[in-house]
């Protein structure tokens, strides 16, 4: 499966059981990016679409240097 492939899957018709559950898995921050992405998918086999705890999970990602700790930030500021 392609990295479009496995990012145009419709969470809502995926078979759950066919996800990999990533609760637990840790990130080593300190990696180059292209490392980090590497382990993710080898990991989750798809980085766009797999459980935690048992929940589906359908995420996206932006071309950006922005951590989730900056738009979490940003967002609380503008509340």
Known sequence: MTLDEMK??????VNPDTLVDMSG???DIDLP???RMRQLV???GNPYCFKSNNIAVKV???DTTATIDDRMENYL???
């Open 8 to 13: 145009n899957i419709d969470i809502r018709t």
């Open 25 to 27: 898995y840790n990130i």
């Open 33 to 35: 990016k292209q490392e």
């Open 42 to 44: 080898r990991k989750a």
């Open 60 to 62: 996206s990602y932006a």
């Open 77 to 79: 500021r503008t509340m």
